[in-house]
């Protein structure tokens, strides 16, 4: 069956130290690869995104990059914070479609 | 956070109960949508509304009734429902001329089945 995303299930960081949160796939047929974060209590909230034919785009602390030839995600997240702490998810998008996994469950050391 | 919103944001009810979810975005976007999302499970798509038309319908029960009366409120009527049902229900809205469709999710309503 496709692959929506195989985390890890759990990631913990020390504050200040820089998190790298994995994401595979097994099917190559998507337009575009989502990050969400979500809090408890909250619904996910949009991170960034990367269209199929990049291999790397960043936003504000966060850079995501993609490696289709091992069909490979992940997310980087400079200088983590205590507000980083949240279940990240790494959904495929093609067409209204979202597919998601189970997520990985950053946690934030002081 | 402002740009999906749901109401109520905490909701009990018996089995017998009818009540109402309601979702409002104020993004412009011309497809919403309603997810659930149960403990230690992904996010489950229910109802995909495009132009408010319903254009996906994974095969949810039929005690849940969407309505999508425009492109910016979104309903999911409840009837009849079953503890199992217990869980968080997302609406998402999204643009879908945009390149990515990125879909904007609101808080969730946090459903209880007694």
């Known amino acids: 069956g496709e692959s929506v995303g195989l985390h890890l299930p759990t990631l913990s960081v020390q504050e200040g130290d820089n998190s790298i949160i994995n994401c595979a796939y097994s099917?190559?047929?998507?337009?575009?690869f989502i990050w969400y974060k979500q809090e408890s209590g909250k619904g996910p909230q949009f991170i960034i995104d990367i269209r199929s034919n990049m291999d790397k785009r960043q936003g504000q602390r966060v850079t995501v990059l993609l490696n289709k030839t091992v069909k490979h995600l992940s997310l980087q997240i400079a200088a983590t914070q205590p507000g980083d702490s949240a279940v990240y998810f790494c959904p495929r998008g093609s067409a209204r479609q979202l597919t998601f996994g189970s997520g990985t469950q950053l946690t934030v050391l002081p | 956070e402002t740009g999906v919103t749901q109401t109520p944001r905490h909701l009990v009810m018996g089995m017998t109960n009818k009540k109402s979810l309601k979702c409002e975005q104020h993004?412009?976007?011309?497809?919403m949508y309603w997810y659930k999302q149960s403990a230690k499970k992904p996010l489950e798509l229910m109802f995909v509304?495009?132009?408010?038309?319903?254009?996906e319908n994974n095969s949810v029960p039929s005690r849940f009734s969407p309505e999508c009366p425009n492109s910016s409120h979104l309903f999911l009527h409840l009837h009849t429902l079953q503890p199992e049902d217990s869980a968080l229900y997302l609406c998402a809205s999204s643009q879908v001329s945009d390149s990515t469709d990125t879909q904007y999710f609101g808080p969730g309503t946090r459903l209880t089945v007694l």
């Open positions: 509304y495009s132009l408010e038309e319903r254009v």
């Open positions: 099917n190559s047929a998507s337009d575009y």
């Open positions: 993004l412009g976007h011309n497809a």
